[in-house]
């Protein structure tokens, strides 16, 4: 994981990458916490052959990754995403600000 939550991973490109690198994670936050996989699975109330096939392949159900997220204390980590663009510059926050748009443009 990188040290800046800013900083974009250019390797992670592929959806299966991101899944496998988020598993990774959380295995290392369980680690550090000294949770076991059986352990953790019950905390969170995620059957435990769902959490080590997380932990394997990173495929899980967003509803079950919230679940983890929350007895691991992470809750705001999971909640955070997509909250707000980042901006490279401040025309670019400007430009933003000026065309706030309600809804979506395209269809692709």
Do not use: C, P, W
């Not at 967003?62 to 909640?79: F, G, V, W």
């Not at 707000?84 to 395209?106: I, P, V």
Request: hydrophobic share 40%; aromatic share 4%; net charge positive.
């Amino acid at each position: 994981m990188a040290l800046n939550s800013d900083i974009i991973r250019l390797d992670l490109v592929t959806a299966s990458q991101i899944a496998s690198q988020i598993a990774s994670n959380i295995k290392q936050r369980r680690l550090e916490l000294n949770f076991t996989q059986m352990g953790l699975s019950a905390r969170a109330g995620v059957n435990i052959e769902t959490y080590r096939r997380f932990e394997r392949t990173g495929q899980i159900s967003l509803q079950a990754l919230a679940k983890i997220a929350i007895a691991l204390d992470a809750a705001d980590e999971l909640t955070g995403l997509f909250t707000s663009r980042k901006y490279k510059n401040l025309d670019e926050l400007m430009e933003a600000q000026t065309h706030e748009r309600k809804r979506g443009k395209r269809n692709e």
